[in-house]
């Protein structure tokens, strides 16, 4: 098997790897759901902290497995395996995570009948905004954002360039900044090798500057067949207030407009970051459960969805 066929048969696992790219990201690009951890670039940036490990399915798709807290998990972003496998897996992880929307309303009903408990995971819920309102931030809801905007924006000249090859090494000086400040290193491996890599990955983001130093930074990538664009990491330096505000918006009007849609990603239950995503008013949620098998009671029920106010062609929260 040469290294862009790297994907070990099922059941066999090996390590997400670079080369697996031309295999896995045809497939996770076609998803129509928006799931913003169903990218391969997500998914290779995120391979240390989640140990994931991949295998091909018998005639077509992917399993990927991973540990998170002590837990195993599980992911079929491309298709539901076959009820043999999907049980074997069942059996020798902790849960099943990320079944999307529409496998939901494919399957919900046929594994609960055979005895799975299928909840909705709503600290993993993304959130997403129109990227119309984001750029544009009209309207008494957004007053607050467009104060702290405007702010910014009169007490600094602050310019946008696209992240390109000659000034990652700006946007790595913001990484290191922001690592300094807040003391820990959060997704700081994950985020750097995003920037070293962003142009392998097809990801596509901007450096900010304030008299040619640089302050902030964001990066993304489209999902959901190209109409919607998932922002994985937006990074800048606190000594400047507002200045987050002013990157979301400035990012937003910098987007193509056929990305009706921008993926915000998750609060993982964080209070404060649920509060801060809610604020920009969200017009969907992109779903997600988890199943789990009706011997590991453990798991306690995961809350419901809070009501979204979603509009056409968002993606209903549920």
């Not at 497939?27 to 129509?32: E, R, T, V």
Request: aromatic share 12%; charged share 25%.
């Amino acid at each position: 098997m040469n290294e862009v066929s790297s994907i070990p048969l099922y059941p066999e696992f090996a390590p997400i790897a670079l080369p697996m790219i031309d295999q896995m990201h045809p497939s996770l690009n076609l998803l129509k759901d928006g799931i913003s951890e169903f990218t391969f670039s997500n998914l290779y940036l995120f391979r240390h902290t989640y140990d994931y490990r991949v295998a091909r399915l018998p005639g077509e798709g992917v399993v990927i497995k991973g540990t998170k807290e002590g837990k195993t998990f599980f992911y079929l972003p491309c298709c539901m395996s076959d009820k043999q496998i999907f049980d074997e897996l069942m059996l020798s992880h902790d849960y099943m995570k990320n079944l999307s929307d529409s496998q939901a309303a494919l399957h919900r009903i046929e594994l609960e009948a055979r005895g799975y408990i299928v909840q909705e995971d709503r600290d993993n819920f993304d959130y997403l905004y129109f990227r119309k309102d984001l750029a544009e931030l009209s309207g008494r809801e957004y007053h607050k954002k467009r104060n702290l905007v405007n702010g910014f924006i009169s007490s600094y000249e602050c310019e946008q360039k696209p992240l390109k090859k000659d000034n990652v090494c700006d946007a790595i000086a913001v990484l290191d900044e922001w690592r300094a400040a807040k003391g820990v290193d959060g997704d700081y491996r994950a985020a750097r090798e995003g920037l070293e890599l962003f142009e392998e990955l097809g990801m596509r983001g901007a450096v900010y500057y304030i008299q040619n130093e640089p302050v902030g930074w964001c990066l993304g990538e489209p999902l959901s067949k190209g109409t919607m664009f998932a922002v994985h990491f937006e990074k800048a330096s606190e000594r400047f207030k507002g200045i987050y505000q002013f990157i979301n918006q400035a990012f937003a009007q910098s987007l193509p407009a056929y990305f009706k849609l921008i993926n915000r990603e998750q609060d993982l239950g964080n209070e404060g970051l649920r509060q801060a995503k809610m604020t920009y008013r969200p017009c969907g949620f992109v779903s997600k459960y988890r199943i789990i098998h009706p011997d590991k009671v453990e798991f306690k029920p995961l809350d419901v969805a809070e009501p979204a106010e979603c509009g056409p062609g968002t993606i209903h929260a549920g």
